[in-house]
């Protein structure tokens, strides 16, 4: 009998990785009727390209970014995957003990001037101590490598990175000052809103029904297994390029804080995060997406 | 003259109506937008004084690289072509540099330099320097030795010799490696944008290509093809014309 | 072996002003081109260098300037040479004018222009060498040679391509810059009357590898 | 012979050199490693066929787009050179794809034709065309004219007159476009691969520049490099020799 | 106005197998070089063409082979030509075998070097021009004019740079050349000797812009 097949474009090294092979090598995608096929990638941008040239059928990204694609006309839905979000972290013998120390220093910043964890970070800044962190320290945005490599020599006050990096960082010794989760609860965010998700295209979904479900189980069932058996990990531990034992732990520690409840995601919450983007990140970043656009969650139980 | 200058113009909204003409096969704005639909943002990022500010940032970048690798290259691609030896000694090394990745050099500048100004046009000056004196060496080498007798018996000094007698031969291979010379030299500055500095018309693409927005893409390239369009008409052709006129008296 | 012209050389025997080629060999890769030539020309000296086609006078011609430094022997020459190509070789890229002041270099742009009508090239200042036909070419290039007053003037086949009045206008005026500035001249040609007219001596090459046919050397009486 | 070939050699020997002193005062393995680090992980690579797979991937699509690439380049080049109505009519063309970002044809490329093979190289060979074309076409612009019409007196044939009167007075612009082109297009190539396949020495690098692991990225681009130095000295320099032996003779 | 020898006047033209130069003006940029000049060339027949330096007698011969189609007037030729230029044009990175072979389809290797047996330079086929004296340069390019049995042969100044004895050897090439395949031959020189020996008819040039002076226009007689 025939599955329908699921082409997944993924970073090749990207942490989203792990749970898709996850999936493959427990066979967790047959017994919930479909086949999945991992195409790896070098870049975020050529999976995005990969799904728009109808190359690959899913994708990860933000669902901000989700949103702001539907609202511009693209069919795309999204299915929840990991509320790992980023932090502030500072070196190791920094004596900064909250982000108005950062005044007059540097940060640098993965991701660019519209990073999700920066603007987060920028409003709770504004909230906490009427403390405008844009004006008020110098940001260096760079490349996700070159942040971690500077980051850990010391080039900064402080380091916005992606989590995956923050981990190594924070095994090499550096010190989270805010975490971004804190920060959106200090802002009356729901910190439980899944951040990052797969994201397919909704005649996809159409074309095959229930596949929506179907893989959201699945990756469900990885986790659930990941999180009750240590053993599992040792799986994974290959792709996870992790160099030190205490990197290991920490990435391991990472990506289970990071999973998300079971369920749908909250589009009230949503709706609230997607507000305050709008106002930090202005069109530049939501486009036409000042509200959540209907039918970009996918309904997963 | 109006009938030589409408030839450029003719072509260039010949390649417009291309592009209009693609756009609407296309159908798909976020893919290929049409070039009307570029114009309010184009506006809107001009005068918020946004895009003046990553163009000036790049041009600048551009400028201090084209003129360090130009020169840079010209002298070593010279000293390749003329003296077999110094050839022999430095050509592993051209081979090597010319084809180091971009991303290589840029890497290691930045973390060596540290991310900043500096360290961003030594890498696009790096990058550039093998193509320039590879394209130079080439020239060099066939200059005219009858020319190099007369200027020798006839006692010319440095500086007349240079400037007319090896120069003016020189002249193609300059111009061929300064036009394609700056458009590599602003490919490069675009990759050392988007990986370490927080301004600069690379920088913007990079930030609306995670985006997906295909047209702040355009407009930002776009805007650089502008400049790039009126440096060759006002600066680069008529100093051609010049320099090439004794061939067509 | 070779000591091509080194300017410890050239200085020592400039002393007495006397230009001195000793030629032992030249080869082309293996093949040998002039055998042992010697001679030497004193200061205000006319010479002329005869031998048919193909048989090395414009070589030696380009070992006396000191544009070819490969062969075997040792050569003694002034400073401050002037030479006329058997092609012109002229700067294609710049005016006949830039052609004259660009070569010597103290050249007013008024003596320029003068020594330009002196070979009938008057008003032709801004043309471009390609712009002339090749015996007006031939001119320039005499004229840029005449310009510069040199200690050494040397000429390859400097009247061809020219009609018999232009010719005879630049032979004399070949005759009166030798009267009036008294270089050494040495110069190549095929016309045996041209040869007898302007010059003292007659040098003429033969053989192969060639030679100076022994009773036309006349230099020896200067050793 | 040994003498003559003992010149690169030592200047490679000079570069390693270099290279091992720049680690040493560096002393840190994960932003420069020395050269004998790199040993090991690639003959891991090597002998794991990952090398030999991602390094042949690129290969060929560098050597596609290559030959491609001077074919169009060429002709067009030619074609503006000897004709200044083509030239007024191309020349805005030429000057816009040039400087058209890589980063946009490539996205366009894979968004038009599919992340395929052939958009892939497609791509490459657009962004590399204009580079070929600008330099040949200064090329065409300096060929002798004299040469010409003895030709054409002489009612040579078209191929004739292409093999033996334009090519080799070209000969210097191709070998520098050629020279400089392979080593543009592999930097494409990289931009390329990174953008959307999932093999190739590109993929690969950028992998591991977003694991940090320099070491990696240098064995792949060195690898890279390797196979240039290997056909400089197997192919383009004897060729040339041959082709400037009435240069020297 | 110009209609400079289209292939139609061509073929109408030489139905008689004659030659016709009709040309009205050439200039250049603005100044204009040649007047009026008209003149026949019946098949078989040599002409030469004298005129001071500069006058426009390579002008003339370029107008002839087509070259120089930038003129006012007509011009009728045969498809089947060859020229020996003022300055030898070889291709200088081809074996002298090369050029003669490259520019005469038709020659076979054997035939080439007999060719160049006849101009003195047998042996010398693997040289490249640049190996070649200018002499040698010369003979190379009239071995190419001759090797290809032309209906129109056009020279321009094709003995200087010869000496006396090696000229001659190449006169009388040309002699039997034109004896064996009677073409129709146009050339310039300035040796009025050289002229009267080869040519049936002397056509010379005067004037600015230069006309053919009168009383050697001998060719009405043709019409
Ligand atoms: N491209 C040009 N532009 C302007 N003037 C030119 C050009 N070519 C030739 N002339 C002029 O036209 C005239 C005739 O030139 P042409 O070469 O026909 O002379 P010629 O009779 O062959 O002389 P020579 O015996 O010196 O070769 C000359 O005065 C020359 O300066
Ligand atoms: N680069 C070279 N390689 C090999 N042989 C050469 C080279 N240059 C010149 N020759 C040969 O050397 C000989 C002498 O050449 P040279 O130019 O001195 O002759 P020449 O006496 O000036 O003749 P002409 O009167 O024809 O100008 C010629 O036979 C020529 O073929
Ligand atoms: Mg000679
Ligand atoms: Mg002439």
Same mark, same amino acid.
């Given at each position: 009998q025939d599955l329908p097949v699921i082409r997944a474009a993924v970073l090749q090294i990207g942490t989203v990785n792990w749970e898709l092979t996850a999936i493959r090598e427990n066979g967790f995608d047959t017994e919930h009727g479909f086949d999945l096929e991992v195409q790896g990638y070098a870049d975020n941008a050529a999976t995005r390209i990969a799904v728009e040239g109808g190359e690959a059928d899913m994708a990860v990204a933000d669902w901000i970014w989700v949103a702001r694609q539907r609202a511009a006309g693209k069919d795309y839905v999204f299915i929840p995957y990991s509320k790992a979000v980023g932090a502030l972290l500072v070196p190791e013998d920094s004596e900064a003990e909250d982000l108005t120390d950062m005044a007059g220093g540097k940060i640098g910043i993965a991701g660019g001037p519209l990073d999700k964890s920066w603007l987060i970070l920028r409003a709770y800044a504004q909230q906490e101590? &009427?403390?405008d962190l844009k004006a008020e320290t110098e940001q260096v945005f760079g490349a996700p490598p070159l942040i971690f490599k500077s980051g850990l020599s010391g080039d900064y006050a402080g380091s916005i990175n992606f989590w995956h990096f923050l981990a190594k960082m924070k095994a090499g010794g550096m010190r989270e000052l805010v975490s971004v989760e804190t920060a959106a609860s200090e802002l009356g965010l729901d910190p439980d809103t899944p951040l990052l998700g797969y994201y397919m295209k909704e005649d996809f979904i159409e074309a095959h029904p229930g596949i929506a479900q179907s893989f959201y189980n699945a990756s469900r069932d990885v986790k659930d297994m990941l999180a009750d058996d240590d053993g599992a990990w040792e799986a994974v531990r290959p792709q996870m390029n992790a160099k030190t034992d205490a990197q290991f732990e920490q990435l391991k520690a990472d990506w289970l804080a990071g999973a998300p409840a079971r369920g749908p995601v909250d589009a009230e919450a949503a709706g609230r995060l997607l507000a305050l983007m709008a106002e930090l990140g202005g069109e530049e970043l939501v486009g036409e997406a000042t509200t959540v656009p209907e039918g970009l969650f996918a309904d997963v139980q | 003259m109006t009938g030589k200058a409408s030839g450029p113009l003719l072509s260039v909204a010949a390649l417009l109506g291309l592009w209009v003409v693609a756009a609407a096969l296309t159908a798909d704005p976020q893919i290929l937008p049409s070039p009307l639909a570029l114009w309010q943002p184009f506006v809107r990022e001009l005068s918020t004084g946004t895009l003046p500010h990553h163009l000036g940032a790049t041009l600048v970048r551009v400028a201090w690289a084209f003129v360090l690798a130009m020169l840079l290259g010209t002298a070593i691609g010279l000293a390749m072509g003329r003296s077999e030896r110094v050839n022999r000694l430095l050509d592993p090394w051209l081979v090597i540099f010319l084809n180091l990745p971009a991303l290589v050099l840029i890497v290691l500048c930045y973390l060596w330099i540290g991310l900043t100004e500096a360290a961003a046009i030594t890498a696009v000056t790096l990058n550039k320097v093998p193509n320039v004196a590879t394209v130079i060496r080439e020239g060099a080498r066939a200059l005219d030795r009858d020319l190099d007798a007369m200027a020798k018996v006839y006692r010319m000094s440095a500086t007349t010799r240079f400037l007319h007698v090896t120069l003016p031969q020189l002249a193609p291979f300059l111009a061929a490696s300064a036009r394609s010379g700056i458009a590599v030299i602003w490919k490069i500055v675009l990759v050392v944008e988007f990986l370490g500095r927080s301004s600069g018309v690379g920088f913007q693409i990079h930030m609306y290509f995670q985006l997906f927005d295909v047209a702040m893409v355009l407009v930002y390239a776009l805007s650089f093809i502008g400049v790039m369009l009126a440096v060759e008409w006002a600066i680069l052709q008529p100093w051609e014309r010049r320099a090439r006129r004794w061939r067509t008296a | 072996m070779g000591d091509p012209a080194a300017v410890g050389t050239a200085g020592e025997a400039l002393a007495d002003g006397m230009i001195r080629v000793d030629i032992l060999s030249k080869r082309y890769g293996r093949v040998p081109v002039l055998g042992p030539v010697h001679f030497r020309i004193a200061p205000g000296e006319t010479v002329a260098l005869l031998g048919p086609s193909g048989i090395g006078k414009s070589t030696i011609l380009r070992i006396l300037a000191g544009i070819d430094t490969d062969f075997e022997g040792c050569v003694s020459r002034p400073e401050h040479m002037a030479i006329v190509f058997q092609e012109p070789t002229l700067l294609p890229w710049r005016s006949a004018l830039r052609n004259l002041t660009l070569a010597n270099a103290g050249l007013s742009e008024a003596a320029a222009r003068e020594a330009l009508a002196r070979v009938g090239l008057k008003g032709r200042g801004e043309a471009f060498p390609g712009q002339l036909s090749l015996g007006q070419q031939r001119r320039l290039a005499l004229a840029r040679a005449f310009? &510069?007053?040199?200690?050494l003037l040397i000429m390859d086949e400097p009247f061809v391509s020219l009609d018999a009045k232009t010719a005879e206008t630049m032979i004399a005026l070949t005759e009166t810059l030798i009267a009036e500035t008294r270089p050494a001249t040495l110069f190549v040609t095929h016309a045996r009357a041209e040869a007898e007219r302007l010059a003292d001596r007659i040098l003429e090459l033969r053989g192969e590898p060639a030679t100076l046919s022994p009773h036309l050397v006349q230099t020896e009486g200067y050793d």
């Amino acid at each position: 009998q025939d599955l329908p097949v699921i082409r997944a474009a993924v970073l090749q090294i990207g942490t989203v990785n792990w749970e898709l092979t996850a999936i493959r090598e427990n066979g967790f995608d047959t017994e919930h009727g479909f086949d999945l096929e991992v195409q790896g990638y070098a870049d975020n941008a050529a999976t995005r390209i990969a799904v728009e040239g109808g190359e690959a059928d899913m994708a990860v990204a933000d669902w901000i970014w989700v949103a702001r694609q539907r609202a511009a006309g693209k069919d795309y839905v999204f299915i929840p995957y990991s509320k790992a979000v980023g932090a502030l972290l500072v070196p190791e013998d920094s004596e900064a003990e909250d982000l108005t120390d950062m005044a007059g220093g540097k940060i640098g910043i993965a991701g660019g001037p519209l990073d999700k964890s920066w603007l987060i970070l920028r409003a709770y800044a504004q909230q906490e101590y &009427g403390m405008d962190l844009k004006a008020e320290t110098e940001q260096v945005f760079g490349a996700p490598p070159l942040i971690f490599k500077s980051g850990l020599s010391g080039d900064y006050a402080g380091s916005i990175n992606f989590w995956h990096f923050l981990a190594k960082m924070k095994a090499g010794g550096m010190r989270e000052l805010v975490s971004v989760e804190t920060a959106a609860s200090e802002l009356g965010l729901d910190p439980d809103t899944p951040l990052l998700g797969y994201y397919m295209k909704e005649d996809f979904i159409e074309a095959h029904p229930g596949i929506a479900q179907s893989f959201y189980n699945a990756s469900r069932d990885v986790k659930d297994m990941l999180a009750d058996d240590d053993g599992a990990w040792e799986a994974v531990r290959p792709q996870m390029n992790a160099k030190t034992d205490a990197q290991f732990e920490q990435l391991k520690a990472d990506w289970l804080a990071g999973a998300p409840a079971r369920g749908p995601v909250d589009a009230e919450a949503a709706g609230r995060l997607l507000a305050l983007m709008a106002e930090l990140g202005g069109e530049e970043l939501v486009g036409e997406a000042t509200t959540v656009p209907e039918g970009l969650f996918a309904d997963v139980q | 003259m109006t009938g030589k200058a409408s030839g450029p113009l003719l072509s260039v909204a010949a390649l417009l109506g291309l592009w209009v003409v693609a756009a609407a096969l296309t159908a798909d704005p976020q893919i290929l937008p049409s070039p009307l639909a570029l114009w309010q943002p184009f506006v809107r990022e001009l005068s918020t004084g946004t895009l003046p500010h990553h163009l000036g940032a790049t041009l600048v970048r551009v400028a201090w690289a084209f003129v360090l690798a130009m020169l840079l290259g010209t002298a070593i691609g010279l000293a390749m072509g003329r003296s077999e030896r110094v050839n022999r000694l430095l050509d592993p090394w051209l081979v090597i540099f010319l084809n180091l990745p971009a991303l290589v050099l840029i890497v290691l500048c930045y973390l060596w330099i540290g991310l900043t100004e500096a360290a961003a046009i030594t890498a696009v000056t790096l990058n550039k320097v093998p193509n320039v004196a590879t394209v130079i060496r080439e020239g060099a080498r066939a200059l005219d030795r009858d020319l190099d007798a007369m200027a020798k018996v006839y006692r010319m000094s440095a500086t007349t010799r240079f400037l007319h007698v090896t120069l003016p031969q020189l002249a193609p291979f300059l111009a061929a490696s300064a036009r394609s010379g700056i458009a590599v030299i602003w490919k490069i500055v675009l990759v050392v944008e988007f990986l370490g500095r927080s301004s600069g018309v690379g920088f913007q693409i990079h930030m609306y290509f995670q985006l997906f927005d295909v047209a702040m893409v355009l407009v930002y390239a776009l805007s650089f093809i502008g400049v790039m369009l009126a440096v060759e008409w006002a600066i680069l052709q008529p100093w051609e014309r010049r320099a090439r006129r004794w061939r067509t008296a | 072996m070779g000591d091509p012209a080194a300017v410890g050389t050239a200085g020592e025997a400039l002393a007495d002003g006397m230009i001195r080629v000793d030629i032992l060999s030249k080869r082309y890769g293996r093949v040998p081109v002039l055998g042992p030539v010697h001679f030497r020309i004193a200061p205000g000296e006319t010479v002329a260098l005869l031998g048919p086609s193909g048989i090395g006078k414009s070589t030696i011609l380009r070992i006396l300037a000191g544009i070819d430094t490969d062969f075997e022997g040792c050569v003694s020459r002034p400073e401050h040479m002037a030479i006329v190509f058997q092609e012109p070789t002229l700067l294609p890229w710049r005016s006949a004018l830039r052609n004259l002041t660009l070569a010597n270099a103290g050249l007013s742009e008024a003596a320029a222009r003068e020594a330009l009508a002196r070979v009938g090239l008057k008003g032709r200042g801004e043309a471009f060498p390609g712009q002339l036909s090749l015996g007006q070419q031939r001119r320039l290039a005499l004229a840029r040679a005449f310009a &510069g007053r040199p200690e050494l003037l040397i000429m390859d086949e400097p009247f061809v391509s020219l009609d018999a009045k232009t010719a005879e206008t630049m032979i004399a005026l070949t005759e009166t810059l030798i009267a009036e500035t008294r270089p050494a001249t040495l110069f190549v040609t095929h016309a045996r009357a041209e040869a007898e007219r302007l010059a003292d001596r007659i040098l003429e090459l033969r053989g192969e590898p060639a030679t100076l046919s022994p009773h036309l050397v006349q230099t020896e009486g200067y050793d």
